[in-house]
């Protein structure tokens, strides 16, 4: 999913202000300031990564970073337990991509071969 959404980069801007800029909100959550600086320019998607940083680390909620809503700082444990529900979502769209890939090819070939059949 291509979260290069305008409002969570907006949310994402948000933190990096209340962080006291780029660099060091980088530091704190460990990332190269670089990569802040992709994602707010919109050069790189925002990734689940950079979100269960912030999340995880500085205690920011899931639902506010992602969706708008609720608060926007984490007061329950049950948060920790929806990121990893996100992720596990992810890999799951990732498996399934995958496999629609292999069968568009699969696909392809058999027609491939149909047509070399009708041919010869």
């Not at 320019?41 to 500085?58: A, H």
């Amino acid at each position: 999913m291509s979260m290069s959404d305008d409002a969570v980069v907006k949310r994402i801007k948000v933190i990096v202000k209340e962080h006291g800029g780029q660099l060091a909100l980088a530091n704190a959550i460990g990332v190269d300031q670089g990569f802040i600086s992709k994602v707010i320019n919109k050069k790189q998607d925002i990734s689940y990564y950079l979100i269960r940083k912030l999340c995880f680390q500085l205690k920011y909620s899931p639902e506010w970073l992602i969706l708008g809503t609720g608060e926007k700082n984490i007061h329950k444990p049950e948060s920790a337990k929806l990121i990893t529900e996100i992720q596990m979502l992810r890999t799951e769209v990732d498996i399934l991509h995958a496999r629609m890939r292999a069968y568009e090819l699969e696909l392809q070939e058999i027609k491939g071969n149909a047509e070399q059949q009708k041919a010869g």
